[in-house]
């Protein structure tokens, strides 16, 4: 009977996850994760294909656990805009995927579509019922209430320098986001 390779592809996965965070998809090596995975390369492409196809797995994935944690609630985006600003600072890797993603993968990922069309359905029903600005498209107040989670994220180094600490970032993300959707 052959062994259960449940475990392995788990330990894949989270070595994945880290590798892919750091590095990126052109800097990960897949030497690196299978040996932090305390597995062989053979197993990587067994279970997942090339490099490409196992990041476009992690990406997703990790999508759709973010997805699963802060639903979209279009009557009130400047909540939901803390919300994903919170499950970011817990899930550090999914804003760093999200990043690399953005960098070196620019294809759509299926499950990741699926959401936003959802979300985006949800943002046009409040724009047509008056409780969200309707002069903006809801597909770009969508973008625009993500970007404003990541900007910190996305700032130049020199100007993240300028920042005393920390703090604060979550309330100034809310705020922005009252202000953008305000009918």
Do not use: C
């Amino acid at each position: 009977m052959p062994p259960d390779a449940t475990e392995t592809k788990r330990r894949l996965l989270k070595a994945a996850i880290d590798e892919f965070a750091t590095y990126g998809l052109a800097g990960a090596r897949v030497d690196r994760i299978a040996e932090q995975a305390s597995a062989n390369k053979r197993s990587i492409y067994m279970h997942f294909g090339a490099k490409e196809d196992l990041f476009d797995k992690v990406v997703a994935d990790s999508m759709v656990e973010l997805a699963e944690a802060v639903s979209v609630d279009a009557g009130d985006l400047p909540g939901y805009a803390g919300r994903l600003f919170d499950a970011l600072e817990q899930r550090p890797h999914v804003r760093r995927l999200y990043l690399w993603a953005g960098l070196e993968r620019p294809q759509p990922i299926d499950a990741e579509v699926e959401e936003y069309r959802r979300n985006v359905a949800a943002i046009s029903a409040a724009q047509d019922e008056g409780r969200v600005r309707a002069d903006i498209p809801a597909i770009d107040l969508l973008a625009m209430v993500v970007a404003l989670v990541i900007s910190r994220d996305t700032a130049s180094w020199s100007l993240k320098s300028l920042r005393a600490d920390d703090s604060g970032g979550r309330k100034a993300v809310t705020a922005a986001v009252e202000g953008l959707v305000r009918p």
